[in-house]
């Protein structure tokens, strides 16, 4: 799926207006990168999530990947299994952040249609491009796109990331 020239590709100032950027569905959702690791050389990227409230998105763990949530609106469960083993939810609105360490167990649920602005490690906004479908723009109408499962696990497995389909959340 190529993006060429929608970001700059090099670090070099730019600016993006509302809704501009990078975007791809993946389930119900679109995510859009505003940044990437070219921009960074390689240090971070920045995405936004554009999302329905609706199922929990599968357990998984990326390996080597810092993830934030910082919902600019809607609610949004995230769930997390703490260092000690423990697993625990905490409920974010508008405002609220949450930050998750590399190779910390965790899934989310959307609990009422949300924008979340995230934060990761380098490389790692390329995960929801490789898993989804190229988008025109922010798609919140269009049914949504299930990858076929060797897409999921190609994406998975470039970015070091594990589905733990067997991890259950208490409440969830």
């Not at 997390?80 to 998750?100: A, I, N």
């Not at 609990?111 to 979340?116: L, W």
């Not at 390329?126 to 049914?143: E, H, N, Y």
Request: one cysteine or more; proline letters at 8%.
């Amino acid at each position: 799926m190529s993006f060429d020239g929608v970001l700059p590709g090099t670090p070099v100032p730019y600016f993006l207006r509302n809704g501009e950027g990078e975007h791809a569905k993946v389930f119900a959702d679109t995510f859009t990168v505003l940044l990437s690791a070219d921009e960074t050389g390689g240090q971070f990227g920045m995405f936004t999530a554009t999302c329905p409230a609706g199922d929990i998105i599968p357990t998984h763990a990326h390996d080597d990947t810092h993830e934030t949530f910082y919902v600019v609106e809607g609610k949004v469960r995230v769930y997390v299994q703490l260092p000690d083993g423990e697993k625990t939810s905490r409920l974010l609105s508008e405002g609220d952040f949450g930050f998750v360490p590399a190779g910390a167990a965790h899934a989310y649920r959307v609990e009422s249609a949300a924008r979340i602005l995230g934060v990761a490690s380098g490389g790692f906004e390329r995960f929801f491009q490789m898993m989804g479908t190229r988008a025109d723009g922010i798609d919140t109408q269009s049914p949504p796109f299930i990858p076929p499962f060797p897409q999921m696990r190609a994406a998975a497995e470039s970015h070091n990331m594990r589905f733990m389909p067997d991890f259950d959340w208490p409440g969830a």
